[in-house]
């Protein structure tokens, strides 16, 4: 729920340093709020500014919860991957993924894959 209450910038406590809005215990930016240091400012960013922008639609990605599909799309929401493409990086992951694996991207992973199936299908 959005309220449009205009407040007076002089009285914001530990105001985000992206959006203005006050990141202090029992206002809504609160929560997972990170230190900010860059220029003189030395405060916090809340946890939407402090996340990645979008790679798709440019938004800005609550932090934490992007996700990487290759290096052009380095930073996605999930709903901005197709349902095929979040269960190839669900299962990605869930293979300790972390992209140490030697793969520079879901996609390159899932066709290896795919391939090693086939192939083992055709020697069998
Ligand atoms: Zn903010
Ligand atoms: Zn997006």
Redesign the pocket.
Known sequence: MKSYVIKDAMTIIDPCFHCGQSTAPGYGKWVNRIGWVEDDFDGWSCAECAGYE?D??D?T?YLDEDRRWNDTRAH??E??LSKEQNQIITMFNELGGDWELPYDDAEAWFTQVIESLRGEGANA
């Open positions: 979008c798709v639609c938004e990605i996605v929401h709903e901005c």
